[in-house]
């Protein structure tokens, strides 16, 4: 579940800006392209991978709308999460539950449906206002030029700049040629490497480099694995009346 | 009297086999109201002082901030243990850390709790005692937590380390999020095996506190929750409680340092805002905004400078600005960008170098930051009618009177999304009130069960008397004739009556003695049901209080004579002449 904020996070990448820093440059790309400038809607499946539990999809439709940071998710998948479905519009977080029909504010300390997400991974902040370019023994900028199977890549490795982000050290594989993140390492503050994820498959939608299918390897428990599908993709303008309760307890009918 | 003290004596001998068998029905109503008793008090007991003692303390001073329920964090340790000096009823205080984390063992995972116990710093024999013996271990020992040759010492729970496969010397591995919510990781070596009857003690994992305190993110400086034992906790409690709250009164929250733009440089007082929509909306009442607009001004990262500030340091709308101030707990300055939301007059009030800052980023950088100024008096904004607006160095929640209002409380404080740390002062009477409940409940419904079985055995009384009346109508009617009076024939069966409760009581409130110290002795196994909570160590807890034992003493002694009244006045009403010519 966690997943899925960084799916949705990740999910447009086109080329990255020039900064300052070859490292803030591809910050500021993940940045400028996690704002997006028209609404969206999706479909959304995981398949989550775990030993002792077996294989569990979840599915999903999801709206947003980042001019006001809104949006919307409501559960199709699996039957015991059917309706449920999760609403957020500016600071306020809500979670539904259609068993109850009630909604529950959500803080950001809070786990989300019982998973290891929180209320605070569905906020939207700047990769640029949480990261900053690790350096080296040499007060260097950790970047380097790699292949990544036979693609070329720069490899960045980023820390956090403030306390409350989940990880506090980040790498990332992006390509040298278009600046698509590839791959991305995240690691605890201890420095254990707990996820890595790599970003698959990529479409064009409104003339910008989406990815469609991610990898989330548990790297911390191993053989945990999630996987994203995101499809059905819509760019277009989304009514205020969708970003509301009423939506919510509709779609969960 | 002393004539029908030993009349009644004899009286009660001369009948022995019936007085025996109602004695023995008496003494056993009163054995059991007394086991009964005890046992109910044994499970307040066990649960005040063996299970929240330890959990929350007799009186607990909880912290959390930015509203996180897991975030349970005061950044000035010292400040908050000065508000306990000065209590001589504090025998212990102690920094209460529970969090919730995924381990992983010898190919097997779970989730457990980790728990930060202090076994050294200020620790005094007693309760190193009371932890030794609360939480058995089975393996290792309790000084090897504090083994600064061993990574992370961990004492595992005896069924937690069978989950993970693990023994002792083994490691663990953990992950979990901190309180800023950051993922961590970190490797735990298992030194001690515990044994606990306790169901949900099964999950925990006992971690020196300064090692937790270090994977968790604390800086030296900073406290956790903290949980005090007091002396005679029911006496003292409450007023400690309430004294505590009194002196942890929040002053308003400021910064002072220095703002720059380039070469330019002001000092400067910053103030965070309250952002609450009643707050908000007074606010933008008061604020007279030069540039800028008002929903940028209150949105969640909103600055707003005075005119005469913003000019100063050349600043509109949108540009950003430094400001260095210092701390109070570390050597270096802090030196923080912010971007101008809005720029107002300053003619209301509200001061030329005030920077007013919405309370969800201001509290950011104060906490994270605690400013050199912290605890002194904020004085610009001292009789000002901007000061309502302005946000407190923290928010002391209300002091709560039981379970019910601490629910409500807690509650109530999810829905409001506090930006800054609450504080709130509670005693385990207040937050576990339902326990002292469910020892009332008990208590009635032990004392229901007895009733009826007395009421069985006071009939039993009754007619016993009238029998004995029957028996001793020519006896009544001699003594009567010989000059004693009706009032002393009454006296002499209550007195009877009285006599007989008096040493059923006795030999009953002994064989309750008895039966208690008898069944503590039975060895219960309940690792794995949630009963096993309500025994120590294996055992039956019996906490008998004199006031218990007393009060149930007297209240059979009460009923029994109040019983035997009727058929005493009875035998005394009798004509001397009508009883001396009873025949059977």
């Known amino acids: ?253 | 009297m002393t004539l029908l003290l030993r009349l009644s004596l004899r009286n009660l001998l001369r009948q022995k086999r019936r007085n025996v068998l109602l004695g023995t029905a008496m003494a056993l109503g009163v054995m059991i109201l007394i086991v009964a008793n005890s046992f109910s008090h044994g499970i307040s007991d066990i649960m005040f002082n063996k299970i929240m003692r330890w959990v929350t303390g007799h009186v607990s001073v909880r912290f959390n901030e930015k509203g996180g329920i897991m975030r349970e964090i005061f950044r000035d340790r010292e400040r908050a243990r000065a508000a306990l000096e000065g209590e001589p009823d504090v025998e212990q205080v102690d920094e209460s850390i529970g969090y919730f984390m995924r381990a992983i063992g010898n190919g097997k995972s779970d989730n457990i709790i980790l728990v930060g116990v202090n076994t050294g710093d200020g620790i005094d024999e007693k309760t190193r005692k009371e932890v030794e013996e609360s939480f058995r271990l089975v393996e290792g020992r309790w000084e090897d937590l504090r083994d600064p040759a061993i990574e992370n010492p961990a004492i595992v729970s005896l069924e937690k380390a069978r989950t993970l496969n693990v023994k002792k010397n083994d490691v663990l591995r953990v992950r979990f999020r901190n309180m800023f919510a950051q993922d961590q990781a970190a490797r735990l070596t298992v030194v001690g095996i515990m044994k606990n009857d306790n169901i949900f003690m099964q999950p925990v994992i006992f971690v020196e506190l300064s090692n937790t305190k270090a994977m968790l993110g604390f800086r030296p400086y900073e406290t956790a929750s903290l949980s005090l034992k007091v002396a005679n906790p029911q006496k003292t409690a409450r007023a400690l409680a309430d004294r505590i709250h009194d002196r942890l009164k929040p002053g308003l929250a400021f910064i002072s340092g220095e703002a720059a733009n380039g070469p330019r440089r002001h000092g400067v007082t910053v103030v965070g805002y309250k952002s609450d929509d009643a707050s908000k909306q007074k606010l933008s009442e008061k604020l007279k905004l030069t540039a800028g607009t008002l929903e940028a001004a209150l949105k969640s990262d909103g600055v707003i400078l005075p005119q005469p500030l913003a000019e100063a340091l050349a600043l509109s709308p949108g540009e950003a600005f430094g400001l260095s101030f210092d701390r109070k707990f570390e050597a270096t300055k802090a030196d923080l960008t912010f971007k101008v939301s809005a720029v107002c007059r300053s003619d209301d009030g509200l001061g030329d170098d005030t920077v007013l800052m919405n309370d969800d980023k201001f509290y950011d950088a104060y906490y994270e930051n605690l400013p050199a100024n912290s605890g002194a008096a904020f004085t610009p904004g001292k009789g000002s009618a901007w000061a309502p607006l302005f946000s407190p160095e923290w928010i002391l929640l209300d002091r709560t009177a039981n379970t019910d209002d601490y629910k409500k409380k807690y509650m109530e404080m999810s829905k409001k999304k506090w930006k800054g740390t609450t504080v709130d002062v509670s005693t385990m009477y207040e937050t576990a009130s339902d326990i002292l409940k469910l020892e009332g409940v008990l208590n009635l419904i032990t004392l229901s069960a007895v009733m009826v079985l007395f009421f069985i055995i006071l009939l039993g009384v009754v007619n016993t008397l009238r029998m004995t009346i029957r028996e001793r109508t020519r006896e009544i009617g001699t003594v009567r004739a010989i000059g004693m009076q009706q009032a002393d024939v009454k006296r002499l069966f209550v007195l009877e009556t009285f006599f007989l409760t008096l040493f059923a009581s006795a030999a009953g409130t002994l064989a309750g003695f008895a039966a208690m110290a008898g069944l503590s002795r039975l060895t219960f196994h309940l690792q794995d049901n949630p009963f096993g909570m309500l025994f120590v160590n294996g055992h039956l807890h019996f906490v008998p209080t004199f006031l218990g034992v007393a009060g149930n003493n007297l209240l059979i002694s009460a009923i029994a004579v109040v019983t035997a009244y009727f058929p005493a006045r009875r035998a005394a009403r009798l004509s001397p002449a009508k009883a001396l010519r009873h025949f059977e």
């Open chain 1, 1 to 253: 579940m966690k997943n899925v904020l960084i799916a949705l996070l990740l999910f447009l990448f086109p080329a990255a800006a020039l900064a300052e820093s070859r490292v803030l440059s591809i910050l500021q790309a993940i940045d400028d392209n996690y704002k997006l400038k028209s609404d969206v809607r999706a479909d959304v499946a995981l398949t989550q991978q775990k030993p002792e539990q077996g294989t569990k999809v979840i599915g999903m439709d999801y709206y947003r709308r980042d001019s006001d940071d809104a949006f919307l998710m409501a559960m199709t998948a699996p039957e015991n999460e059917k309706g449920n479905g999760y609403l957020r519009v500016g600071d306020n977080f809500w979670m539904y539950r259609k068993n109850t029909r009630t909604f529950q504010h959500v803080n950001r300390d809070e786990s989300i449906g019982g998973t290891d997400a929180h209320g605070s991974d569905f906020e939207t902040r700047k990769l640029t206002e949480l990261y900053a370019p690790a350096a080296g023994a040499d007060g260097q900028e950790l970047i380097s030029e790699e292949m990544l199977g036979q693609v070329p890549v720069f490899k960045s490795e980023v820390k956090a700049k403030v306390n409350d982000v989940d990880y506090p050290k980040k790498i990332f594989w992006t390509r040298r040629d278009n600046g698509l993140l590839l791959k991305q390492e995240s690691y605890s503050l201890s420095g254990t490497l707990m996820q890595t994820a790599y970003f698959l498959k990529f479409t064009v939608i409104d003339g910008r480099y989406i990815a469609v299918k991610h990898v989330y390897i548990d790297e911390f428990e191993k053989g945990n694995k999630t996987v994203v599908d995101i499809s059905n993709i819509v760019v277009q303008k989304l009514d205020d009346s969708i970003f509301t309760k009423a939506t919510l307890e509709n779609l969960s009918k």
